[in-house]
Structures are given as C-alpha cells and as structure tokens.
C-alpha cells in the first residue's frame, strides 16, 4: 500500500505574496500532492506562526511546511510540537535560533542590500510598514527574472511591519526537531549566501545551492525548488 503523500503548506515572505507559488502549486499538484498556500498576515512573527499554527492543525496526515525568506522564521516557530510536521524546507529563507530577529540574520554577514532597499510607510500608533523600493526590486529582489516579471512583483509585493523583522523568535525552534532542507540561493542579495549557509549548517540541514540565484529562487529556479521539496517529503515519508 503506497504511503500517503504529504501536504504542501507554502509560506511566503515579506515583499511578497503566495501568486509567486503558482508553478511550483501547478507542478505539485499533478504529481499528486495536496498543497495549501498559507496567508502570511507580516504583522508580528510571534503572532504570524500562531496563525500558521492554526491552519497546521486544521491539516489532515502529514505535512510538509515549506517557507521562504521571513516565512522560514515563521515555519521554524509554528511547526514546533506539532507531530504531523515531517520536514521543513526552507528556500532563500531565515532559520532563527531563538531570540534571534531576521533583522539581526540579516546583518550577520555582509552582502545584504536590504538597508538601502527598504522604503518604509508610517501607520498609526508610531509602527512603520516596510516595502522594497520598486526602484531597486529588480536588481535586489529578483535579479535573475525578466523585468517585466520582477516589475510584477515589485506592484504586488506585501509589506511587514518593522516590528515583525525586529521581533525575536520565541520558544523552542522547530529544526531542532524535525528535518531541514535548506535551498540556498547563491547569488542572494537580500540574505547573503553565507548567511543562509550558517544557518543551514548550525540545524544540520541537507542543503543545495542553486548557483546564481536571486532571493527569488523558486520562481526562478522552480524546477530546483520542486526537486528539493519532492525530496524532502520522500525522505521524510515513513517517519
């Protein structure tokens, strides 16, 4: 009896949405996967993965969680005592430590454009809503897409707040628990590579680096992403 296929839970990031999931949603769903995209509110990290823990346990069988750039920090928090979780892969995306901001990951190692990046819009009651600058999306965000797509998702990008970026994850971590994939993006210039690869190696992931890859590494490498979360939930079927 062949064993149950996994769900897909995708996370997305900050400055992005889940529209940037469609090939990888199309490709996993005609091999046979269930797939659920996860709304990612980008108000407050602790905050965000109790949402996403909710929709975790609304989940039937296993799972595999799946989460890029600031959705990792979010995957890591809400997959944390939850069993049907089988592995957690990570794209281009934070693995914090607990106590640790993305913001503080991000300026681990240099290379990060982020700081001259960010366009920040005040909101009321003193908190800022931060976007990437369409200006410089492309170049930053999304180097290894056509203009036209990256001017796209500079459009349809979704803030976070500065208070979710700063915000220290709290708690036991997921990956100290349940396997981790990471799929390092090699030519990132939102998290550098080597921050990417000392967060992978410090949780004992399997990892793959897709050379030449923007932050954007699954939508423009999708044939990559694919095959590694393909991987993950075969490796991970029977535990």
């Known amino acids: ?19 940037g999931f469609t090939a990888i949603v199309q490709r996993l769903v005609t091999g046979g996967y269930p797939v659920v995209v996860a709304p990612n509110p980008l108000r407050g990290l602790s905050s965000d993965a109790e949402q996403l823990k909710a929709l975790l346990n609304s989940i039937d069988g296993p799972i595999v969680l799946v989460g890029h ?3 990792g920090a979010v995957i890591s928090g809400a997959a944390t005592g939850n069993p049907a979780v089988k592995a957690l892969v990570y794209l281009a995306a ?3 430590e607990t106590g640790e901001s993305v913001q503080e990951l991000v300026e681990k190692y240099p290379g990060s454009t982020v700081g001259e990046s960010l366009k920040p819009v005040p909101l009321p009651g ?8 369409p200006r410089v999306f492309h170049p930053h965000f999304a180097g290894d897409l056509p203009a036209e797509e990256a001017a796209l998702f500079a459009i349809t990008q979704r803030p976070a707040t500065g208070a979710a970026l700063g915000e220290p994850a709290a708690g036991p971590q997921a ?10 993006s090699g030519a990132d210039r939102i998290i550098p590579p080597a921050a990417q690869e000392f967060m992978a190696q410090r ?8 050379e030449g890859a923007s932050h954007l590494v699954f ?3 999708p044939g990559p992403a694919i ?13």
């Open 203 to 210: 949780s004992g992931a399997t990892v793959e680096v897709v």
């Open 227 to 239: 095959a590694f979360i393909e991987k993950a939930a075969s490796e991970t079927a029977q535990k």
């Open 1 to 19: 009896m062949a064993h149950q296929k996994p769900t897909i839970v995708l996370v997305h990031g900050a400055f992005a949405d889940g529209s």
């Open 94 to 96: 934070f693995v914090p």
């Open 126 to 133: 003193g908190q800022v809503d931060l976007y990437i600058d």
């Open 69 to 71: 750039s600031y959705g």
């Open 175 to 184: 990956w100290h628990t349940i396997p981790s994939y990471n799929l390092i």
């Open 219 to 221: 939508v423009s490498s």
